[in-house]
């Protein structure tokens, strides 16, 4: 069965102190891994797409990289601004109705000043 | 981001009455889908439309029906609301066979007493 688990479920930092958030994912086929970020309220704000090993993306203090297995999501010298519920979800080839993303259940992301 | 909205935001109904929730997109994406979110759980696809008038069911989809007649519309139907589809829904659109990545509304959240 096709599978996403992210870790931490939640995640404290202090403003400044770099951290990564985890994605592990045991699928047959991927056409992709995606990375969201979620509001509370909100709904899921697009934030990379990752496609192949290797492959790496950033935006701002996020830099998102894939291996085989896992993604990461590095977050460097956060601020108050970047706590988030932070979501992870793969496409996978034939997956669950077709088109669908396998969605991880999401790291709650806090920092303080 | 596709300029997608959701009608209503907000939804208090009784068990067994029947209840609409309305996407609206402006991006002439091709397709469309409907998720719920719970907690303890990632988000998980109702159903998806693929074109005009061409639908097909998600991982859980016992108690909704869809509908599209408009390539900028996708209706989610429940049937007869019951306490277990109390949620949080989220319309999301897609834009090509060739673009995996997936765009979310603001969500719909539903409580059914």
């Known amino acids: 069965e096709d599978q996403v688990t992210q870790s931490p479920e939640a995640l404290r930092l202090q403003e400044g102190e770099s951290s990564s958030l985890n994605c592990s994912y045991t699928v047959s086929g991927l056409r992709g891994l995606f990375w969201y970020r979620q509001d509370p309220g909100k709904g899921p704000e697009f934030l990379f797409t990752l496609y192949s090993a290797g492959e790496e993306k950033e935006k701002e203090r996020l830099k998102a990289t894939l291996t085989k297995k896992e993604s990461f999501l590095h977050i460097t010298a956060p601020k108050p601004e970047d706590s988030a519920t932070y979501l992870c979800a793969v496409k996978v080839d034939g997956g669950q109705a077709g088109t669908a993303l396998i969605f991880g259940k999401g790291t709650t992301l806090s920092v303080s000043s | 981001d596709a300029g997608i909205t959701q009608s209503p935001r907000h939804k208090v109904t009784e068990t067994g009455t029947p209840v609409t929730l309305r996407c609206h997109q402006t991006e002439n994406h091709r397709y469309m889908y409907w998720y719920r979110q719970d907690p303890g759980h990632g988000l998980r696809l109702i159903h998806y439309?693929?074109?005009?008038?061409?639908?097909d069911k998600g991982e859980v989809s016992d108690g909704y029906s869809v509908s599209r007649s408009k390539t900028e519309d996708f209706l989610l139907t429940l049937e007869s609301a019951t306490s277990s589809q109390t949620s949080v829904y989220f319309c999301?659109?897609?834009?090509?066979?060739?673009?995996?990545?997936?765009?979310f509304g603001p969500g719909t959240r539903l409580l059914v007493l």
């Open positions: 439309s693929y074109g005009v008038k061409d639908t």
């Open positions: 999301a659109t897609r834009d090509s066979p060739a673009i995996e990545t997936q765009y």
